[in-house]
């Protein structure tokens, strides 16, 4: 090694660990993305702009370490870390590791759209950077941008609610993905919640902390980057993502405690806290949804505090009719790490949202605190007739303490290499439900 030759050692810990049972992951896997990230990581603390990495006998996993690891959002410093740019060492694994890379570079699409400030990242802004990204890597595709006249004619009576309390214009994003050979394949339809900023509205949250309500649009932000995603790896699939997107604030047009709203299929919403808002946006968007004869629809959102509280970080919390739908999501996660966890859509907590004094639904279930994830998705499922939904519920994966290595402190842009995995399970997955 001559003098301007850097090498850093990295152990990956035990060998050919394969899958673990009690951990649903792969360990290996789990193993070389954090041992490249901290290896990349040292390099750029050692000023060197270029790191050559080893595939570790798995590129892929290589890639998304080095480049989920050296990711930080720096957009608004002027003091910047410097720029390493990370490449595979040999020839061995090329297009496993460009593959990684995009996995990578999709899940840091979400974290700079959910890190970004909410003065920066307003509803149209977020519609535009999605449009430019998604244009930029693939000709198939439509990109329909909504303005509020739309979303009237709609007649998304619950969306437009929590909207009207802001000065920022709502936008309801609408992305068509065309990769399937055939046009008419039903198409897989992402929905995403999209509170570019929650302040709770009238029930308005405690200050400490709220800043990061500017990643309450975190359901929008890993959906789309997840189509972008799936756009740049030519998936054989249709896709379609739905964002309604608008901010939750308070003011003398704001949504009261105990107002009623009618949502898009004529059911009508008491709503006794506005901030549980992020339901009010998805029961439009899931009835939209509808009206594409979907293969499936999955919607992302985060969506209740209770859902942290249930499981932390560990896992994005997924409530759904269908058990096909779930294998796919779950063989997904144990290769990409990012895991998820099923939870129940049970009967019991829908009898909590039916019982309303003076509408078909309240927003929030009569024991209030009592299994607050899942009366929110049960919420949700009076919306949806299609036999293949799932929701995730992301509100505890939102951000990154130091609970996954390879990533950073900051918003976490989860589940999105999930989401990506999955669509590319269901492309390859024939079934037609």
Known sequence: VGKDRLVVVVGLGKKAAGVNNQENWNEDKENIRTAVAVGCRQVQDLEVPCVEVDPCGDAQSAAEGAVLGLYEYSELKQKKKPVVTAQLHGSDGKEAWQKGVMFAEGQNLARYLMEAPANYMTPMKFAEVIEQKLRSVNSNVKVHIRSKAWIEEQQMGAFLS?????????VFLEIHYSGSANANDSPLVFVGKGVTFDSGGISLKPSSGMDAMRADMGGAATVCSAIVTAATLNLPLNIIGLAPLCENMPSS???????????????TIQVDNTDAEGRLLLADALCYAHNFNARAIVNAATLTGAMDVALGSAATGVFTNSSWLWTHLYAASILTGDRVWRMPLFE?????????????????????????????AAFLKEFVTAANWAHLDIAGVMSNKDEVPYLRKGMAGRPTRTLVEFATRLSQDKQSV
């Open 348 to 376: 019991h907590y829908t009898k909590q949202v039916t019982d309303c004094p003076l509408a078909d639904l309240s927003n929030v279930g009569k024991y209030s605190r009592a299994g607050g994830a899942c009366t929110a």
């Open 162 to 170: 929590v909207a009207k309390g802001s000065d920022e214009p709502p």
């Open 253 to 267: 047009r704001a949504n009261k405690p105990g107002d009623v709203v009618r949502a898009k299929n004529g059911k």
